[in-house]
């Protein structure tokens, strides 16, 4: 421990402790998460060099789409190579302050991918309701600032996080029943009050999730309105069908999001810690493995460009030999 001015006690490290009461199945545990990885990896790089190679794919949708693959790619990889570790060579030592990162960054990755399903779903509004006006409301520079923005209110509203868990006295177990260092899940060891530290949490989880949720919300009340007074059967199946991977992509990321927020703070004592340490696992391991996947299976100009690329390269490589 360290102690500064007599108040203040920091750890100079935490113990991540894995997932309590399933140390002895670690390893198994470690396959399914190690196989999702490394399809996040191959699925998201392959995505988004794609979009940048095929000159069809430069498009609104698309540019926001190989932002959601870029965040997703940055927060799995932020916590699974050290989940890993933990799970197989027991290496469950953290340092204080590279705890402190990874949390920074681990919130701050999970805020900014919210924010790109927010502009993701304007982006359908846009696309549905002003298909005239479509290509002139978003232009790449409104693309690149809406990006910017994102980014730096993801980042922004996280800073205070790591200064407000430094303030705390760590004076009782330095032992963390988690994977990775979550935020509640490091301040609960604290022999302090927390209650700054909750307060900011929902106030962030407001300005971020309830504000995205209540866009998307709206964008999808008018999306339906506009979809339900087109005449045509066909029109009307052709306009849904381009919201389907989006809306795949928002439950596969708030379902598991929303239950890990409410037992941190509600469900403690009713919901077994290795189930919710589980779920905390696949909330950032579960949108970097499926969305590349559902917008591969559900997006015709994806699958159409994958194939247009492999035949072209098969073919260059014909010519070559």
């Not at 199946?237 to 409410?262: G, L, N, R, W």
Request: aromatic residues 12%; charged residues 10%.
């Amino acid at each position: 421990m360290v102690v500064y001015n007599n108040s203040y006690v920091a750890p100079k490290s935490f113990i991540l402790n894995g997932i309590p009461g399933l140390e002895k199945v670690h390893v198994w545990i470690s396959l399914p998460l190690c196989t999702m990885y490394t399809i996040s990896l191959v699925g998201n790089l392959g995505l988004v060099y794609l979009i940048h190679q095929e000159e069809s794919l430069h498009r609104p949708m698309y540019f926001f789409l190989a932002m959601l693959f870029i965040i997703d790619l940055f927060t799995c990889t932020t916590t699974l190579p050290n989940s890993l570790c933990i799970f197989w060579f027991n290496l469950k030592e953290i340092n204080f302050n590279a705890c402190l990162v990874q949390m920074f960054f681990v919130h701050g990755f999970t805020g900014v991918e919210s924010g790109v399903l927010m502009l993701m779903a304007l982006d359908r509004y846009a696309a549905i309701c002003y298909p005239l006006r479509y290509a002139t409301i978003l232009t790449n520079p409104i693309i690149a600032k809406a990006g910017l923005a994102t980014f730096l209110r993801g980042v922004l509203l996280m800073i205070p996080f790591p200064f407000l868990v430094r303030r705390l006295p760590f004076c009782q177990s330095n032992i963390i029943s988690h994977t990775y260092c979550d935020h509640m899940s490091v301040v609960k060891l604290s022999c302090a009050s927390i209650k700054i530290n909750v307060i900011y949490g929902l106030t962030v989880a407001l300005l971020i999730g309830v504000f995205d949720i209540c866009c998307i919300s709206v964008s999808y009340t008018m999306i339906l309105r506009a979809v339900v007074s087109l005449s045509s059967a066909e029109a009307r199946q052709k306009a849904f069908s381009t919201c389907t991977a989006h809306i795949s992509a928002i439950i596969i990321t708030y379902v598991p999001a929303f239950f890990t927020f409410f037992t941190h703070r509600f469900g403690g004592h009713i919901i077994p810690p290795s189930l919710h340490i589980v779920v905390a696992n696949l909330y950032l391991l579960l949108p970097p493995t499926l969305n590349p996947i559902v917008y591969g299976i559900k997006t015709k100009q994806i699958r159409d460009s994958f194939i247009k690329l492999v035949k072209g390269e098969k073919g260059a490589s014909i010519q070559d030999n």
